[in-house]
Antibody, heavy 122, light 110 residues
Framework: QVQLVQSGSDLKKPGASVKVSCKAS????????MNWVRQAPGQGLEWMGW????????TYAQGFTGRFVFSLDTSVSTAYLQISSLKAEDTAVYYC???????????????WGKGTTVTVSS | QSALTQPASVSGSPGQSITISCTGT?????????VSWYQQHPGKAPKLMIY???KRPSGVSNRFSGSKSGNTASLTISGLQAEDEADYYC??????????FGGGTKVTVL
């Protein structure tokens, strides 16, 4: 079945970096874009951006430029989110979510990973 | 890009219908028929309930329906059930391959 399996929770100190993985299975990885969504504790969903899994071209939402990097390893059907210079306010659950959009229809974020909790604390 | 505006909470009794609004602008909700709705239970990943304004993915109950008028989209849950108690988020295409979420609405079944 179609699923996205994310890496486990991580505890980091301020200033460190973290890399979250999202491994896809059950479909052709390069045929669907991948989004990243952040949810801070007790807060709503924030769209961080997406990566074209065919070209590797990323698009970042306002507020997620500079320290946030989306990347791919298509050989293992995996998308990555790397956050550098971590701050306490980066503490959140990070989700990957697949897009099924074409020129004729768009089903955004139809499949989600279970989320990765990143905690930034000294 | 500013978040779409949703009411913080909506409640209803079992069997009733409730409607959640999602207000954007002419740059997002008003310009595209690309509003989606997500249900999120505590500690769980969001689940797609409605896409392209009013379409339901396979497996989603027909008690959930979506609509749009101008810059405001709406999600209606009819025949409210205890399992519908959750947070609901709208999301709209905002141009230039970007998306924007609403702030979320907590639905309580009384």
């Amino acid at each position: 079945q179609v699923q996205l399996v994310q890496s486990g929770s991580d505890l980091k100190k301020p200033g460190a970096s973290v890399k979250v993985s999202c491994k896809a299975s059950g479909y052709t990885f390069t045929s669907y874009a991948m989004n990243w969504v952040r949810q801070a504790p007790g807060q709503g969903l924030e769209w961080m951006g997406w990566i074209n899994t065919n070209t590797g071209n990323p698009t970042y939402a306002q507020g997620f430029t500079g320290r946030f990097v989306f990347s791919l390893d298509t050989s293992v059907s995996t998308a990555y989110l790397q956050i550098s210079s971590l701050k306490a306010e980066d503490t959140a659950v990070y989700y990957c979510a697949r897009d099924s959009c074409s020129s004729t229809s768009c089903v955004p974020m139809d499949v989600w990973g279970k989320g990765t909790t990143v905690t930034v604390s000294s | 890009q500013s978040a779409l505006t949703q009411p913080a909470s909506v409640s209803g009794s079992p069997g009733q219908s409730i409607t959640i609004s999602c207000t954007g602008t002419s740059s997002d909700v008003g310009s595209y028929n690309l509003v989606s709705w997500y249900q999120q239970h505590p500690g769980k990943a969001p689940k797609l309930m409605i896409y392209e304004g009013s379409k339901r993915p396979s497996g989603v109950s027909n008690r959930f329906s979506g609509s749009k008028s101008g810059n405001t989209a709406s999600l209606t849950i009819s025949g409210l059930q205890a399992e519908d108690e959750a947070d609901y988020y709208c999301c709209s295409y905002a141009g230039s391959t970007t998306w924007v979420f609403g702030g979320g609405t907590k639905v309580t079944v009384l």
